[in-house]
């Protein structure tokens, strides 16, 4: 078969850009990241971002009506919303905005993936891209295949979709304009238990991003009628802790997902229980459960109106690497700079690609993201 000169040309145009292709996604580099979920209605003015050293600001999030995207509901007030995305991003010209859609318990995920209807999904969240100007999608479909105990619909051909997904959002970001060679992200909030991997191909997912958000919080939380820790680096001394952080990376790792890609996730808010009968510290006892949607529990919260105050004493895990609260009746597991420090030589010292915070709005001006701003690359 003979080959025409066009051809060859063709051939050569298409390898040269698989090859860039290629390489935006794994030249990822040495600096670690700093990255924050923003929600996109919160004002702009308050929010500073690039003179914290913030890489990546998930703007969050964009909902699913069919294959569409959008803010609100109402007309106007998704206009203010995009407005006040265009001002934030305006004001910090350092940090890379991307489009993050979904969120817990967002529905709409299974539907629009379909062969179908992906095409038309995945045109909508391209074009908001293009609209607002900005760097990147990340996809927070955190159950694919699951339906998350009654609060999305899900089906087995999710697993596929899903990863159908990424591949056509990898290759539509791909063909955008690259203006002074801009490099457009993609990344996705995975899942921390063992089964995850069972219900999304994170390994071929992985060829098309270039960080994956690794959701290590939530270790125990208001379902659990015993006190325990959010987001404990590494085991407690008894083992009464049933997950980790290093537990998680490590299932991460095993897999044979690139490390540099990882994002260790990292909560700016914190669970408690009252009621809490317990002769010592009281951690690992019986307790009633907070309702963190009513009593406020933020980072920001616990360091002004928590600590020091009210009978509450410090305490801090060492063998875990968390803090908590206790004043002999309420207990609260929160995040604190001492563990911090701890993550972010978890972070180095396993070559992770850095840390993502859950979320802006509820950290303190001197608080989690600008340490972790400062911290991460010393």
Not at 127 to 142: H, Q, R, S, Y
Request: glycine share 6%; with cysteine; charged share 30%.
């Amino acid at each position: 078969m003979k080959v025409s000169l066009l051809t060859k040309c063709f051939m050569v145009v298409l390898l040269a850009g698989m090859g860039l292709y290629f390489y935006q996604i794994s030249n990822a580099g040495d600096r670690k990241v700093t990255a924050v979920y923003v929600e996109a209605w919160k004002d702009y003015k308050n929010i500073k971002l690039s003179e914290k050293n913030v890489d990546i600001a998930f703007i969050a999030f964009a909902k699913i009506d069919g294959t569409n995207i959008y803010f609100h509901e109402d007309g106007t007030t998704n206009d203010q919303i995009k407005e006040n995305i265009k001002k934030l991003k305006e004001q910090n010209p350092k940090t890379k905005m991307v489009l993050a859609v979904g969120g817990y318990g967002a529905d709409g995920f299974s539907d629009a993936s379909l062969d179908g209807n992906r095409y038309l999904f995945t045109e909508s969240i391209i074009n908001m891209v293009k609209e607002l100007e900005l760097d990147g999608v990340d996809i927070d479909w955190e159950y694919p295949a699951f339906h998350a105990w009654n609060t999305q619909k899900a089906r087995p051909e999710d697993t596929q979709n899903f990863t159908s997904l990424m591949k056509e959002l990898r290759e539509k970001l791909y063909r955008l304009p690259h203006p002074k060679n801009k490099k457009y992200l993609l990344t996705f909030a995975s899942g921390t238990q063992d089964w995850y991997f069972q219900n999304v191909e994170v390994n071929k997912v992985e060829n098309y991003v270039d960080y994956i958000n690794v959701m290590t919080y939530d270790f125990t939380g208001r379902w659990s009628d015993t006190t325990g820790y959010n987001s404990n680096l590494y085991p407690d001394r008894g083992n009464k802790a049933k997950h980790s952080i290093a537990q998680v990376i490590t299932m991460y790792l095993e897999h044979e997902i690139d490390s540099k890609k990882l994002l260790l996730g990292v909560p700016a808010y914190s669970y408690g229980w009252k009621d809490v009968k317990s002769k010592t510290d009281g951690s690992f006892s019986p307790g009633k459960p907070i309702d963190i949607d009513k009593t406020d529990l933020s980072y920001k919260t616990i360091e002004k109106s928590y600590l020091n105050k009210n009978g509450y004493k410090r305490y801090y895990d060492d063998h875990a690497k968390t803090a908590y609260l206790y004043n002999g009746s309420t207990f609260i597991s929160y995040e604190d700079k001492e563990a911090l420090a701890e993550k972010v030589k978890y972070i180095k010292a396993k070559e992770l690609g850095g840390a993502m915070v859950w979320e802006y709005s509820q950290d303190a001006e001197d608080g989690i993201v600008k340490f972790l701003g400062e911290s991460l690359n010393k």
